[in-house]
C-alpha cells in the first residue's frame, strides 16, 4: 500500500484539502486520521474474530453427537472459493492504482470485479452452508455446528457488508461524483477489504486446514 | 427527526434533509457536532444515570437496611442489582470520563475540535439508543429487565429463554444493550485516539501532553481492544438463548467457563477502562492547587500504560473459586501483586506533589486528596485478592463489594466530583459555591465510608452478595443498618452538589469565572470561559509541559516563582482580534443513524421482521445521507474565494 501511496502526487486525500476549520497541514503522525481511525476500527474486529476462532480452537473435538468437520469438509471446494476471495484483493488494489491515476474507468471496472468476487466468495459459503444443513448439521447440532456457523457466518457478513461498500463506491464513480482527489475514499475501503481477506486466510487455516482431533466420525 | 425538514434551499441533495445550519438554541443540541456540547451532553447523560443508579441502589439499602426486609421482592431485587450494576459501569462511569474527555482533550492539546466530529455526535447517540433500549425493559408487559447481574454469568443467562433459569428477556435486553454501548464507546475511544495522536498543536509532543490526556489514551486503547471480547461473549449468550447454539449449554460439552474468561478478559481493562479517567484528573487538580509541577510526571505517565498493559494479564483473579488449577492460580496472583507496583507509584507520585506545596484546599483539591485516601484503601483490599486462598474465602460475599466501591466510588467518582468543581467554572463561566461544595465533599465522605467500610467487616462475617434478604443473628444486622444511613447521607450530599449546580450556575448566582480562576497550568486555562466555538483564534505554539504555567511564571536561581510581566496575555485564546474560522457544520444524521439501532434491538430481541425492516431502513438512510454529504458546508458567502467543492 505505501509504495502505491507514493506515486500518487496529485491527489491529496480529501480529508487534507481544503477546508480551513481543519487543520490544512499534515498530521501529527503523518497518517490522515481517516486511515488512522480505519486502521484502529481493525485492530479491534482482530480481537473480535479472535475471540471467535479461539472458541472454536477450545470447542474443537469435543462433539460426541452429531456430524463433524472430516464428514464435512470439501477442501478443494474451499479452496476454490478462498483464492477466489483473495483474487479480489488484487483487484481491489487496482482499483486503487486506477483511481490514484484518475481513470475512473478501470476504477469502475475493477470496484465492480471485486465486488464479483466478493459475491462469488458469499455464494459458496451459502451453498456451503446448505450443503452441510442438507447432511446433518445446523447451529443446534453439537458445538462444531455452533462454532462453525456462527463464526463463518460473521466472516461472511463483514464480507457482504465490505460488498455493499464497493458497490456504493461504484455507484458514486458511475455518477461522477468519485475523483482522483477522492482516492482516499477507496483507500479505507481497500483496507477494509484487505483486512476481510487476512481473516478469512485465517480462518480458513484454522478451521479448514489444520487437522481435526477427536473422536469425531473417525 | 423528520419534523425538521423545512424548505429545500440546496436543492441538489432531495432524498437528504435540509442542512442543520443554525449553532444555537435548542434545536441545535440535537445535531450539533461541536465536541464542547457533545461532552456537555455526555455529562449529564451520566449524571442523570448517576441518579438513576443511584435510586436503585438506595432502594437495595433500604430492602437490607434490617434483617429479613420486604421492600422489594426477590425478583426485583434481582432487577435492581442487575440495572445498577450495569448503569454504574457502561451508563455512568465510562460516558462522564467521554464527556470530560470530549470536552477537554481537545482544548488541552491545543486543536480545536476532535478528528470525527460527526462520529463523535454518533458516539453520544449510540450510548443513549443503548441506555433508552436498556431501560425500556421496565415497561410493564415487556417482561424482560435484566436480571442476571452486570456479568450475566452462564449457564444462569444462557438458557433458552422459552424453559430455563431467567425466562422472559432479561438477558436479551442486557446482551444487545451492552453491545450496543460497546458499539458508542468503541466509536469514541477511536476518535480519541487519533484526536490525540494527530490533532496536537505544534509544539505539543506526547511526554508534554497533560497526564489527563495520556490517560483517557489509553483508556481509548483498553475500549478498543475490550469492547471486541465481550461484544463476542454477548452474541454467543444472544445465539444460545435465541437460536439454540450450544455455546456454553455444558450438557453438549459446552464450557461456561469460556464466558468467564472472556468476561473477564474485557471485565478486568473495564476496571481500568473506568478507573484511569479519575487518576488523570487528579493529575490535573492536584499541581493546581499546590502550585507545584505533577511529581515525576513521566513516572505517572509510565505506569499508567504499565497497567494498561498488566491490565490485560490478571483477569483470572476474579476467577480464583472456580478451580482453574495451581498454575494458572499462581500466575494470576503474581500478575495481580505486579499491577498493584505502578498503581502504588502513582499513589506517592501524587503525595509527592502535593508534599511541601502551597496547598489551596478547595472542594476540587479536596476531592482529590479524598481520592487518593479512599483509592488507596480500595488498592489494599484489591491486592489481597491476590492472595488466594483469603481470595477464595471473599468470593462473592460483600468484602468484595466494599473493594470495588472504594475503588469505583471513592476512586473515580470522588475525582469526577473533584473535576466538576475544577473545569465546570470553564464549562459555564461560573464559579461553583465553595462553602456548598466543601459540605458537599464532607458528607459524601463521610456519606460513603459510613456505607462501604461495614461491607468489608459483613463480607469477612460471611455475608454473601446479591443475597435479597438475611435472618437476624448473624451479625450483620447493625452494620447493615449503618450501610444504609451512610447511602443515604451519599443521597443528601448528591443533592447538595445538585443545588450548587443550578443554584451558581443555572441561577448565575457563582462569581464570573474568567479565563483562568485557578492559576491553572494547562491550555484550556487560556481561552475564554465558555471557550469559542473553535478554541483557540490561533493555534498555540507549546513550548513546554503545563504550557500556560511557563508563560505565566518563570523560577529565580532560588528556584522561587517569578510572575512573567506578560502574565500570558500572549498566549492564544479566544481573546483575540475575531478571526474568521470555518468549523465542520452540524448535521442531522448521526442521531438518524443512532436511532436505527433501537429497533433493530427489538428486532433482535423479539426476533421481529417489522422492527429489522424500520431499524435497518433507518439506519441505512442515516450511513448513506451521512456518507454524502459534505463534513464542511462551503460557506454562503465566503469571503476569500473558494472553488465550490463538488457534494462528495
Known amino acids: 500500500m505505501a509504495t502505491i501511496e507514493q506515486t500518487n502526487e496529485v491527489g491529496a486525500p480529501a480529508s487534507r484539502g481544503g477546508s480551513p476549520g481543519h487543520d490544512p497541514h499534515a498530521t501529527a503522525t503523518g497518517v490522515t486520521n481517516l486511515k488512522l481511525g480505519m486502521w484502529l476500527f481493525l485492530a479491534s474486529d482482530c480481537l473480535f474474530f479472535g475471540a471467535f476462532i479461539a472458541t472454536y480452537l477450545l470447542y474443537r473435538g469435543r462433539d460426541t453427537v452429531g456430524v463433524g468437520p472430516k464428514e464435512l469438509f470439501d477442501i478443494p471446494f474451499t479452496s476454490a472459493t478462498s483464492f477466489i476471495l483473495l483474487m479480489s484483493s488484487l483487484t481491489m488494489v487496482l482499483a486503487l492504482a486506477a483511481i490514484q491515476r484518475n481513470d475512473i474507468r478501470r476504477l469502475r471496472i475493477w470496484l465492480l470485479a471485486t465486488a464479483l468476487l466478493g459475491a462469488t466468495f458469499i455464494a459458496g459459503q451459502v451453498f456451503e452452508f446448505t450443503e452441510f444443513n442438507r447432511e446433518g448439521l445446523n447451529l443446534t447440532t453439537n458445538l462444531f455446528g455452533s462454532s462453525f456457523f456462527v463464526t463463518t457466518g460473521f466472516h461472511g457478513a463483514h464480507v457482504t457488508a465490505g460488498i455493499i461498500w464497493l458497490m456504493s463506491l461504484w455507484g458514486l464513480a458511475s455518477r461522477g461524483r468519485l475523483t482522483q482527489k477522492d482516492s482516499e475514499r477507496v483507500e479505507i475501503a481497500g483496507l477494509y477489504w484487505h483486512f476481510v481477506d487476512v481473516v478469512w486466510i485465517v480462518i480458513f487455516t484454522v478451521v479448514y486446514l489444520v487437522p481435526q482431533p477427536g473422536p469425531t466420525g473417525s | ?648
Request: hydrophobic share 50%; aromatic share 14%.
Open chain 2, 1 to 648: 427527526m423528520t419534523t425538521v425538514t423545512g424548505a429545500l434551499t440546496t436543492a441538489r441533495r432531495p432524498f437528504i434533509l435540509r442542512r442543520p445550519m443554525k449553532t444555537t438554541g435548542v434545536s441545535s443540541w440535537f445535531t450539533t457536532i461541536d465536541h464542547k456540547k457533545i461532552g456537555i451532553m455526555y455529562g449529564s447523560a451520566a449524571l442523570i444515570f448517576f441518579l438513576v443508579g443511584g435510586l436503585e441502589a438506595l432502594l437495595i439499602r433500604l430492602q437490607l437496611a434490617g434483617p429479613n426486609g420486604t421492600v422489594v421482592s426477590a425478583a426485583q431485587y434481582n432487577e435492581l442489582f442487575t440495572m445498577h450494576g450495569t448503569t454504574m459501569v457502561f451508563l455512568v462511569g465510562m460516558p462522564m470520563a467521554v464527556g470530560i474527555g470530549n470536552y477537554f482533550i481537545p482544548i488541552m492539546i491545543g486543536a480545536r475540535d476532535v478528528a470525527f466530529p460527526r462520529l463523535n455526535a454518533f458516539g453520544f447517540y449510540v450510548v443513549c439508543a443503548g441506555a433508552i433500549f436498556l431501560y425500556s425493559s421496565w415497561i410493564p408487559g415487556i417482561n424482560g429487565v435484566p436480571n442476571g447481574g452486570w456479568f450475566g454469568y452462564t449457564p444462569l443467562s444462557d438458557t433458552p429463554m422459552t424453559a430455563g433459569f431467567l425466562p422472559g428477556h432479561g438477558p436479551d435486553f442486557w446482551t444487545i444493550g451492552i453491545i450496543m454501548l460497546g458499539i458508542g464507546s468503541t466509536t469514541s475511544a477511536i476518535n480519541f485516539i487519533v484526536t490525540i495522536l494527530n490533532m496536537r498543536a505544534p509544539g505539543m509532543t506526547l511526554m508534554r501532553m497533560p497526564v489527563f490526556v495520556w490517560m483517557m489514551l489509553v483508556v481509548a486503547f483498553l475500549t478498543v481492544f475490550a469492547m471486541p471480547i465481550i461484544t463476542v461473549a454477548l452474541i454467543m449468550v444472544f445465539f444460545d438463548r435465541s437460536y439454540g447454539t450450544l455455546f456454553f449449554q455444558p450438557a453438549a460439552g459446552g464450557d461456561p467457563l469460556l464466558y468467564q474468561h472472556l468476561f473477564w478478559l474485557f471485565g478486568h481493562p473495564e476496571v481500568y477502562i473506568l478507573i484511569l479517567p479519575g487518576m488523570g484528573i487528579v493529575s490535573e487538580i492536584l499541581p493546581v492547587f499546590s502550585r507545584k509541577p505533577l511529581f515525576g510526571y513521566a513516572v505517572v505517565v509510565f505506569s499508567g500504560i504499565a497497567i494498561g498493559f498488566l491490565g490485560w494479564g490478571v483477569w483470572a483473579h476474579h476467577m480464583f473459586a472456580t478451580g482453574l488449577g495451581p498454575v494458572a492460580i499462581s500466575a494470576f496472583a503474581v500478575s495481580t501483586m505486579l499491577i498493584a507496583v505502578p498503581t502504588g507509584v502513582k499513589i506517592f507520585n501524587w503525595l509527592s506533589t502535593v508534599w511541601r506545596g502551597s496547598v489551596q484546599l478547595t472542594t476540587a483539591m479536596l476531592f482529590s486528596l479524598g481520592f487518593i485516601a479512599m483509592f488507596t484503601i480500595g488498592g489494599l483490599s484489591g491486592v489481597l485478592h491476590s492472595v488466594v486462598p483469603a481470595d477464595t474465602q471473599q468470593t462473592d460475599t460483600y468484602f468484595v463489594v466494599a473493594h470495588f466501591h472504594y475503588v469505583l466510588f471513592g476512586g473515580l467518582m470522588l475525582a469526577v466530583f473533584g473535576g466538576m468543581y475544577y473545569w465546570l467554572p470553564k464549562v459555564f463561566g461560573r464559579m461553583l459555591n465553595e462553602r456548598l461544595g466543601k459540605l458537599n465533599f464532607w458528607t459524601m465522605l463521610i456519606g460513603f465510608n459510613l456505607t462501604f467500610f461495614p461491607m468489608h467487616f459483613v463480607g469477612l462475617y460471611g455475608m454473601p452478595r446479591r443475597t435479597y434478604r438475611y435472618d437476624s443473628g448473624l451479625g450483620w444486622d447493625v452494620w447493615n443498618l449503618v450501610e444504609t444511613i451512610g447511602a443515604f447521607i451519599i443521597a443528601m450530599s448528591t443533592l447538595i452538589f445538585l443545588t450548587n449546580v443550578i443554584v451558581s450556575i443555572k441561577l448565575k448566582r457563582g462569581a464570573v469565572a474568567g479565563n483562568d480562576p485557578w492559576d491553572g497550568r494547562t491550555l484550556e486555562w487560556t481561552t475564554s470561559s465558555p471557550p469559542p466555538e473553535y478554541n483557540f483564534a490561533d493555534i498555540p505554539e507549546v513550548e513546554a509541559r503545563d504550557a500556560f504555567w511557563h508563560d505565566k511564571y518563570t523560577e529565580d536561581d532560588e528556584g522561587r516563582l517569578v510572575p512573567l510581566p506578560s502574565g500570558g496575555a500572549d498566549a492564544g485564546g479566544g481573546g483575540g482580534q475575531q478571526h474568521h474560522i470555518h468549523m465542520p457544520s452540524p448535521s442531522f444524521y448521526p442521531l438518524v443513524m443512532a436511532a436505527g439501532l433501537i429497533p433493530l434491538g427489538y428486532a433482535a430481541v423479539y426476533r421481529s421482521f417489522v422492527w429489522l425492516g424500520i431499524g435497518a431502513l433507518t439506519l441505512l438512510y442515516g450511513l448513506y445521507a451521512w456518507a454524502i454529504e459534505p463534513a464542511t458546508e462551503p460557506e454562503p458567502e465566503s469571503a476569500p474565494a473558494r472553488t465550490p467543492e463538488p457534494a462528495v
